[in-house]
């Protein structure tokens, strides 16, 4: 996509002509480009929207909608087994994944959540903040005298997987296999697969089950005081957490504790380089960083869609969906509903009591909420701080292919 073409819902892509019902095909190379034009016309002409694409399935864009799905228990992860299968068949994705407390209900969900929310309190993450600015620092350090870098390759990859390593126990040194690792992991939080992408999906879970299997067997052996430790002493304490249980949510902590935070702090910063007024703003009130980052939650979501099944029959807008029926929330298309935001489009750093839906809502809210948040404010005010001149280096962006997680694959600037 040009970097002139402004990344707003007005502009008509190929793909989508005005006379032709609007459908959801997130496989379209513009769609990947920019969905929002497409999200637009799903909320004015079809909110609730029933998919061409994927069988027995609905698509929300309207911000009431989908956070009262989000909200309601009605709506939950009966069906995310079914769901896995239908895509992926038996295999490692299926076994690990209905084992995430992300895809389960009560009481497992909150079984599961419990055992690891300590950990992810606001108070707890403030104790990393020294932490993680010092991990700025240094890998910035490391750019800094080349006057050019890829903020991807540079901190907005390395951050999350440093901090999430050390919360968890990982060791850093195999910080490149994980790079290798998460595309195909984002790639299987997909709704369309492709038998290559199946393939791909089985191959890296089940490396990753090898890996901390083995990391899960040394640290029995000589416990340090770390996340998966504490993990292990709960698992051995009894029926707490299973073996499989404890290997899942150890692959989910450490997926979900990457990907979607490198894209917070690329698409945050490909905001920021797009309206220089705001970047000057932020740069010039660096105090501003905490509603500066929400705003890019808002406006360039990393998770861009979720999904809940029923087992009720349920009327929304107009529409009846049958037990069995799975519903699709776009989250990304809800922080840009006009009913919720005024002049959605814009990009605006000092937006007040911003309720976006970027980290999901009711019992499944990002559990990593707060330490994304650290990072990629302190990631940002330190790009800005010393690196003003800081500018992109060529008028194209690439997406990276995968939908649900939306994000840069390079992000080359010079400073
Ligand atoms: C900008 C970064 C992030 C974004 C946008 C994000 C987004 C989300 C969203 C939308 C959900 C809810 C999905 C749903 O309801 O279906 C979620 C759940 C979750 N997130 Fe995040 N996340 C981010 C970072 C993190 C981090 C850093 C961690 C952990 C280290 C994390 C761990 C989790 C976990 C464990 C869940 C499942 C919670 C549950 O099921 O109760 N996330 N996240």
Redesign the pocket.
Known sequence: MSLGASLDRSSQPLGLAPQLPVEFNPLLPEFIANPYPFYQRLQTEDPVHRSTLLPDSWILTRYADAAMV?RDPRFGRQDAARFFQERFGAGPVVDVYTK?????DPPD?TR??TL?SKA?TPRAIENLRPRIQILVDELLGAVQAAGQMDIMNAIAYPL?VL??CE?LGVPAKDRDVFQAWSGDVARTLDPIQTPETVARGHAVVARMCDYFRELIAELRHAPKDDLLSAMIVAEEQGDRLTEEELLA?CI???S???E??V??IGNGMLALLRYPDQRKKLAEHPELIESAVEEF?RYE???QI???GTQHDIEIGGKQIKAGERIFTI?AAANRDPAQFPDPDRLDITRRESRH?????????????A???L??QSAINTMLRRMPRLALQTDTVQWRPAFTLRGLQELPVTF
């Open positions: 989000l995430w407390m992300l895809f389960r969900h599961l959540r690891v992810f999350p901090v999430i919360m949510n989910l902590l450490f979900a504790g990457h979607t935070t894209n917070l939650l979501g990393p998770v979720t999904g809940r989250l839906l970027a980290f999901g809502y009711g019992i499944h809210f990002c559990l990593g909420a330490l994304a948040r990072e990629a």
